[in-house]
Structure formats: structure tokens, C-alpha cells
């Protein structure tokens, strides 16, 4: 359950987020849609503790701990996932070691026994089988000359193998072309469950018609204008976002 | 494989943390006076009772050392060195050349257990029919020890000590001795040739590929003691050896000189391989003390077809300055250099290759990886040359530098001369930094920031830890994860 009360945050003396408020359950997938410099991508980088952004006020709880004063490392040990709008190239690394050095990092980080490696090749191919990745892949450098559509698929990979109890997915569907979509979109919903809520920050309604969200939330200026139920996205798809950036 | 894994889990064991290798073992040791004089020339030839003719070798050199002055023209910026106080002979007491283990000092022993270096477990391997390293361990300047001589003897390969082979193999040792480095080649080298207190020999028959991977390594132990090491390969025509030097020193205030050199000669279709793994003591987290070392390390493919390859992972030293390099005179010889070079903390690296095609159609290939730390300054400097005669040589240059943090430098120097039209140099070189982004994801990812700069990096060196034989780029690679903790943030 992620909560996020009355959130301000600056970045070089810019205000980004201003006042918002938010709830999302376990097992509830929630929405936020917005128009560009909305502050989307800003909320996304906060809640997983990149640096450069200044908090000035407010309050961020993951499974009602605090997370403001924890690395982005120990977030990602409490449960907290971040799929990238864009996934950072690790060269040289090959994709495999990088999946084993994330897994084992945050079992160590909670106290548990690091994967025997026939477990730990189990699992990854089990995954792999299931987003339709070649073995193959995962031998090459993360993300390196990967396309668009490989780049996502391999950040669900890692959802769902480090099974976090919260995931955020900052514009997942950015440069994909609908077969890639509704592959990544499989994905995600494999992995909905009744203790696991997600935040799905998006721009177009696409998405949704494959990630169908228990709520939608509209942002403007930094804040959430306007909070609803799946019918919400279908009326901004039609509207567009004018009227709540002129209210906000 | 038994033997190859067993060595990778010994390997694996040692236990490194920032600088585990900064103990001193009590020891009682005999030390030359100090400073630097004729008579102490004397008395170092004398104590290791050689012939005339290599006397006459350290004091011409000696005489010619006086005429000479430092070199200047590196980026390393140090006080001082007073040659004069320095002690240029020190052997542990004691040392009737041990025949075995069992012979050796228990404290030694207890030295190289501490250090990780398997010597005991290696005489079980000897047993084993795969892999199997042999080690010439260097104890401060007198090598105590030498294992695996029998199996090697078998193969008809010559390994032990300089002082060794200058008593049982004078006829090598004379012809072959200061002719990839003369005496009057550098200030440090030159130095190194009136002063050499020991070192390792090699020689592999004609057509002898070497049965095991050959391996030295050094320790400096003796306080305020130079350390000139001498080390001399020869690889027949057709043969083949794979030598590994790996170095560790203990923790200490006073500067640290070393001015090692080290020969390389291959004959016509031989090939050598020689790998380092340097770790010597880099200086405190203000940069006081740390080993100087000032190295000069040349291969000559004197033979057609003959190939030279050095791989280097130099990860310690207050000042490094190092161009292992090779002179390619036989026809379609060819010279590889693999380099990873980290610098963190205070330390000056100055270092390079140089490649000089004299032959026809010799090719050569340059891949430097240097990162630099904390307030350290990295440098890359090389040298590819192609003289008159060398039609169709053939130079490939990469050289890569990472930067971590904001109070680093990387600097890379080519020097590119052709004398033949027919000659192709490539040369390509990126400076990058570790990007916030980069470090960021890994973090997201459950890696704490040190794991996140130690995984990039290491995808950064990939290409030439992939060069190093397994048991060294295992350990290699703890090294690059030690050498870099604490560099963020």
C-alpha cells in the first residue's frame, strides 16, 4: 500500500509536485494520467529516491514505513519496483549477471539465503518463457542494442522476478507498437494480485484498454485534479486534459 | 577441472578488505647499508656470489647510472627520492636455499597464507593432471622457494630464480640478459641493472608449450628497502608460456621505491603471455606513503611469427609508471597489450605501451581501460611507431576512460610516427563518466551504490579480464571492487 500525503518537491529551485495526495491499496491498480510537464515522471523518480529533487513537504509511506530517509537500494528491498520510461544501457554487463547481482542484493537485504544457481536459472527462464524473451537475450549487455519493445519487456522481467509488493510503471507503453503493448500488458496483469497494488502513469488511454485500472487519477501543475473509476480515462480520451489544467 | 575450480574456490577465500595486505611479517632480515656506492654494487654481488662477468655488467651500468638524471616528462608529481637512503640488498636470514615446503620458515609460510597465495594447497594439485600454477615466491629480495621444479624439469622448462640461473645456466643467462633493456636504457632501469637483487628466470625449450601457467608473486617486506627485480623469459623457436605476476605489499609511512624490469625475448614462432596483477599499497586517504613504482617492462619478438601479449590490472602504487612494451622485429610478429588501470584516492597513474614495428607485415593491438577515483590523476601514453622497413604493420588503438566523482583526471597522450606509407594506425579513445542515471537504476534495482559502481565498472573492463587466465580475473575482479569503495558520494 503506497501513500503519498500533501507532497512537495523542487528541483533547482522549480516547483514540480505541489500538494499531492494520493492512495493506492494492495491489490488495487490506480491510474494517473496527465499531459506533459504534468509532474508525472517527477512523482515516479520521488516515491523510488532519486536524487536532485528537494522534498520540501509531505509525506511518502510504503506498507505504512516512511520511505524518505531510505536509499533507493532499500527501497527496492521494502518492496518497491520502478519500471523505467527509459531503461538504462549497462555495457558489458551481461543481462543475466545483472538479474542474479538485483536478486541476491535484496535478499541479502531482507536476511534471506542468497538463489543456488540452478534456482536462480529456473526462475529466469520460467519468466523469460512466459514474455516470450529468447534465452539468447539474456546473455547480451542490459539493454544494450535492445529495441524499444525489448527494453520493456525486460524491465517486467525484473518485476517479476524481484516480486515486489508495489510496482510503479512510468509510461510503459512510450515506443511500443501494439503487438509489444499487449505482450507487456500480459505481463502486468500476470502479475496483479490481491496483496500487490500498482500505479500505472501513462499518457494515452491505449494502455488501458490492456491494463483495465480499478481508478484513474488526473494530474495537473502537480497535483491530483480529478480522481475516478475506469470511465475516467474514456472521458479524458474524449475531452482531452484542457479543462483540469485551466482548473488546476 | 577439478584443479582449475579448486584454485578459483582458494582464490574466491581470500578474504580482501580495503587493504588486508598491509601487515608486516617479524621477520629478521639482513640489510645492506645504506645508500649507494661501488663498494655496495660489490657487496650485492659478492653476498650472491657471481661471476666476474656480471659484476663488471653492475658496475658499468652503476658508472653509467651516475652520468644520468631522472626522467620528468611523466605527470607524476612526487618529492624527491634521496637514493642515498635508501637500503639496496636486504635478505630474510637464514636462507640456505630450502628444497622444500617443509624447509621454509613457518613464518613465511604463515605470510603467504595471510597474502592467499595457495602454496600448500598447490603441491595437493600437483598431483592432479590439470592446471596447475606454479609459484616462484618472491620474498623480499631472495626467492625462498620454488615449486613444481621437478614437473617442469620433466618438460625440459627452466624456472627459477635470476640468482639461480646465473649459477646453473651462465650461458642464457649472458646471452640473453640486458638485451630487450640495456643497461643504458632508462635512469630507473639502469638503476635496477647495478642493483638487482633477485628475480625470476625463464627459459621453454624449442618447441616446448609450457605445461602449466608459471606464477610469481613479489612482496615488499623489508622497510625503506628499494626493490629491484629482475625477471628474464626467453621462449624458444615454437614455444609457448603463460607467465603470471601478481603483487601485494604491506601497509607502511615511508615511500616505497620499486624499479622492477622485466625482459621478454621470443624466437621464431614462439608465443608469451605474460599477465600482472598489481596491488601494491596506494598510500593512505591523504596520499601519504604508498609504493613508488617505476617499471620498465619490454618484449622483443626477435623471431618471425613471434607473439608478445601483456595483460595488466594495476590497481595500487602512490605512482605508477609503466609502458610494458614490444618491439616487433621478426617478420609477421605481432604485440598485444590489455590494460585496466584504477586510480582512487591520491594515486598518480602514468602509464602506457609502446609498440615499434621494425618487421614487415608485424601487427599490434592496444586496448587500455583507465578509471579514475576519488582525487587521483590517470593517464594513458602510448607509443606506436613503424620504421622504414615495416611495410604493411598494422596498429589497432582503444582507449577508454571512466571517470567516478568530480575531483578526478584522465588524460590520454598518443604518440603516433610512421616512417613507412604502407603502415595502417588506427586509434580511437572515449572518456566517459559513470552516469547518475546508470548508478540510479542499479540502485532501484536492490544494488547498494558501491555494488552499482563495482558492477558498471566491471562491465566497463570486461574485455580485458576476459585476457587474464580464470584464476586471476577472479581475483582481478574483487581487486577493481576494492579499489573503488567508497568513491561515490
Known amino acids: ?248 | 577441472m577439478a584443479a582449475v575450480k579448486e584454485t578459483v574456490e582458494t582464490v574466491k577465500t581470500i578474504d580482501v578488505d580495503q587493504y588486508k595486505y598491509g601487515f608486516v611479517t617479524d621477520i629478521e632480515s639482513e640489510l645492506a647499508p645504506k645508500g649507494l656506492n661501488e663498494d655496495i654494487v660489490r657487496y650485492i654481488s659478492a653476498k650472491k656470489d657471481e661471476p666476474e662477468w656480471l659484476l663488471n655488467w653492475r658496475l658499468e651500468a652503476f658508472r653509467r647510472w651516475l652520468t644520468m638524471t631522472e626522467p620528468t616528462w611523466s605527470r607524476c608529481h612526487y618529492p624527491p627520492i634521496d637514493f642515498q637512503d635508501l637500503h639496496y640488498y636486504a635478505a630474510p636470514k637464514k636462507t640456505p636455499g630450502p628444497k622444500s615446503l617443509d624447509e621454509v620458515d613457518p613464518q613465511l609460510l604463515e605470510t603467504y597464507a595471510k597474502l592467499g597465495i595457495p602454496l600448500r594447497e598447490q603441491e595437493i594439485l600437483a598431483g592432479v593432471q590439470t592446471s596447475k600454477v606454479a609459484v616462484d615466491a618472491v620474498f623480499d629480495s631472495v626467492s625462498v622457494v620454488t615449486t613444481f621444479k621437478e614437473e617442469l624439469k620433466k618438460a625440459g622448462v627452466i624456472f627459477c630464480s635470476i640468482s639461480e640461473a646465473v649459477k646453473d645456466h651462465p650461458e642464457l643467462v649472458q646471452k640473453y640478459l640486458g638485451t630487450v633493456v640495456p643497461t643504458t636504457d632508462n635512469f630507473y632501469a639502469t638503476l635496477n641493472s647495478a642493483v638487482f637483487s633477485d628475480g625470476s628466470f625463464v627459459y621453454i625449450p624449442p618447441g616446448v608449450r609450457c605445461p602449466m601457467e608459471l606464477s610469481t608473486y613479489f612482496r615488499i617486506n623489508e622497510q625503506k628497502t628499494g626493490q629491484f627485480e629482475r625477471t628474464l623469459i626467453i621462449a624458444d623457436k615454437g614455444a609457448y608460456v603463460s607467465y603470471l605476476e601478481g603483487c601485494t605489499a604491506p601497509k607502511r609511512d615511508e615511500n616505497q621505491l620499486h624499479a622492477a624490469v622485466v625482459e621478454l625475448i621470443a624466437l621464431d614462432d614462439a608465443e608469451i603471455k605474460y599477465s600482472t596483477v598489481q596491488n601494491w599499497y596506494p598510500g593512505d586517504s591523504e596520499g601519504k606513503g604508498g609504493i613508488y613504482n617505476f617499471v620498465t617492462k619490454r618484449g622483443d619478438c626477435r623471431g618471425a611469427r613471434s607473439k608478445i601479449s601483456w595483460t595488466q590490472v594495476e590497481t595500487g602504487s602512490a605512482i605508477t609508471w609503466k609502458y610494458p612494451s614490444c618491439i616487433l622485429r621478426g617478420e609477421g610478429s605481432s604485440g598485444e597489450f590489455y590494460s585496466i588501470a584504477i586510480s582512487n584516492g591520491y594515486q598518480q597513474v602514468d602509464s602506457g605501451t609502446k609498440m615499434i614495428h621494425l618487421g614487415k607485415n608485424t601487427t599490434s593491438k592496444i586496448l587500455a581501460k583507465g578509471i579514475a577515483a576519488g582525487k587521483s590523476d590517470n593517464t594513458y601514453r602510448g607509443q606506436v611507431s613503424a620504421h622504414r622497413k615495416a611495410t604493411g604493420a598494422r596498429n589497432f588503438t582503444n582507449c577508454d576512460s571512466l571517470l567516478i566523482g568530480q575531483e578526478c583526471g584522465a588524460h590520454t597522450i598518443p604518440y603516433i610516427e610512421s616512417k613507412n606509407s604502407s603502415a595502417v594506425f588506427e586509434h580511437e579513445a572515449t572518456t566517459s563518466k559513470i552516469a547518475d542515471d546508470q548508478l540510479f537504476y542499479c540502485m532501484q534495482r536492490g544494488l547498494d551504490e558501491e555494488e552499482a559502481v563495482a558492477l558498471i565498472v566491471n562491465g566497463f573492463v570486461k574485455e580485458v579480464l576476459q585476457q587474464l587466465p580464470m584464476e586471476f580475473a577472479v581475483e582481478a575482479q574483487k581487486l577493481i571492487a576494492i579499489s573503488l569503495e567508497g568513491s561515490v558520494g
Open chain 1, 1 to 248: 500500500m503506497l501513500e503519498i500525503k500533501n507532497l512537495h518537491v523542487e528541483i533547482d529551485g522549480k516547483k514540480i509536485l505541489n500538494g499531492l495526495t494520493l492512495t493506492v491499496k494492495a491489490g488495487e491498480v490506480a491510474a494517473i494520467m496527465g499531459p506533459n510537464g504534468s509532474g508525472k515522471s517527477t512523482l515516479s523518480y520521488v516515491i523510488a529516491g532519486k536524487e536532485d529533487y528537494e522534498i520540501t513537504e509531505g509525506e511518502i509511506l510504503l506498507n505504512g514505513q516512511s520511505v524518505l530517509e531510505m536509499e533507493p537500494n532499500e527501497r527496492a528491498a521494502a518492496g518497491l519496483f520502478l519500471a523505467f520510461q527509459y531503461p538504462l544501457e549497462i555495457p558489458g554487463v551481461a543481462t543475466m549477471t545483472f538479474l542474479k547481482a538485483a536478486m541476491n542484493a535484496q535478499r541479502k537485504a531482507r536476511g534471506e539465503e542468497e538463489l543456488t544457481p540452478g534456482d536462480f536459472m529456473k526462475r529466469v527462464r520460467e519468466a523469460a518463457a512466459k514474455l516470450g524473451i529468447n534465452p539468447d537475450m539474456l546473455k547480451r549487455p542490459l539493454n544494450v542494442g535492445f529495441s524499444g519493445g525489448e527494453k520493456k519487456r525486460m524491465e517486467i522481467l525484473q518485476m517479476s522476478l524481484l516480486d515486489p509488493s508495489f510496482c510503479i510503471l512510468d509510461e510503459t507503453d512510450s515506443g511500443l507498437d501494439i503487438d509489444a503493448l499487449r505482450i507487456v500488458a500480459e505481463g502486468v496483469n500476470a502479475l496483479r494480485g490481491p496483496s500487490r497494488g500498482m500505479l500505472v502513469i501513462t499518457h494515452y488511454q491505449r494502455l488501458l484498454d490492456h491494463i483495465v485500472p480499478d481508478t484513474v487519477h488526473v494530474m495537473a501543475k502537480g497535483r491530483i485534479v480529478k480522481s475516478g473509476g475506469k470511465e475516467l480515462a474514456l472521458e479524458l480520451e474524449k475531452n482531452g486534459y484542457a479543462d483540469y489544467v485551466e482548473a488546476a
